[in-house]
């Protein structure tokens, strides 16, 4: 079955430490992942994908195709990284997405 | 440029009434989507339509219908709303349904049903 899961429904970090928001997956095939932010009142983002191999914003995400992770690291999380992110898996034919159920992330001064 | 625009963004139905979620883009985009949003369980795919004049069930797909009236506009029908279908509803589009495709939200509808 084809899965995505976040363990972490709030992670609370003080500024400045450094901060990982897990993702686990269960797929078949090749995955390709995303992670998609939505900040306070803004809607539903891109923030990176594993096959562009960027860093956004400072944040990074491995895909280890071993443990079936993509977690998402920022070494010195900032105040304005406090919100709802969402790890995504491409499920195939049609561009479909699964979600993950999203990890609010809090960064407190 | 708006984006992926949505309408309404608020609406209260009575169980058993019907409506429709409107859901437009203006960036030239083949494939648009359909999300619900329901606390705890992250977003899921509702209806997709990959290309203009197709479109197929995604994950949670009964009790809904949609139309592709056209390349930008992508509908969502509630025939007969039950309380169950109480969430926010997320449109979004993107370039082509490939895989690696970024995909664009709406700003989404909150509907309650009572």
């Known amino acids: 079955a084809q899965r995505v899961t976040q363990p972490e429904k709030l992670l609370s970090v003080f500024k400045g430490a450094p901060v990982e928001l897990k993702c686990n997956y269960s797929?078949?095939?090749?995955?390709?992942l995303f992670w998609y932010v939505q900040y306070s009142r803004q809607r539903l983002q891109l923030l990176l994908r594993?096959?562009s191999r960027e860093s956004i914003k400072g944040f990074t995400a491995d895909l280890n195709k071993g443990e079936t992770s993509f977690h998402l690291k920022k070494p010195f999380a900032q105040e304005e990284d406090s919100a709802m992110y969402y790890c995504?898996?491409?499920?195939?034919?049609?561009?479909?997405?699964?979600f993950g159920q999203g990890t609010e992330l809090s960064v407190k001064p | 440029n708006a984006g992926v625009t949505q309408t309404p963004k608020f609406q209260v139905l009575k169980t058993g009434q019907s409506m429709t979620l409107q859901c437009a883009q203006d960036?030239?985009?083949?494939?648009m989507y359909w999300y619900r949003q329901d606390p705890g369980m992250g977003l899921r795919l509702i209806y997709y339509?990959?290309?203009?004049?197709?479109?197929d069930k995604g994950e949670v797909p009964n009790g809904y219908n949609v139309s592709r009236l056209n390349k930008r506009e992508f509908s969502l029908r509630l025939e007969s709303a039950a309380p169950s279908q109480t969430s926010v509803y997320f449109c979004?589009?993107?370039?082509?349904?490939?895989?690696?495709?970024?995909?664009?939200f709406g700003p989404g509808t909150r509907l309650l049903v009572l």
């Open positions: 979004a589009s993107s370039t082509t349904s490939g895989v690696s495709e970024t995909q664009y």
């Open positions: 797929y078949s095939g090749s995955p390709e």
């Open positions: 594993h096959i």
């Open positions: 995504a898996l491409s499920a195939g034919q049609g561009g479909k997405l699964i």
């Open positions: 960036m030239n985009h083949n494939s």
């Open positions: 339509s990959a290309s203009e004049g197709t479109t």
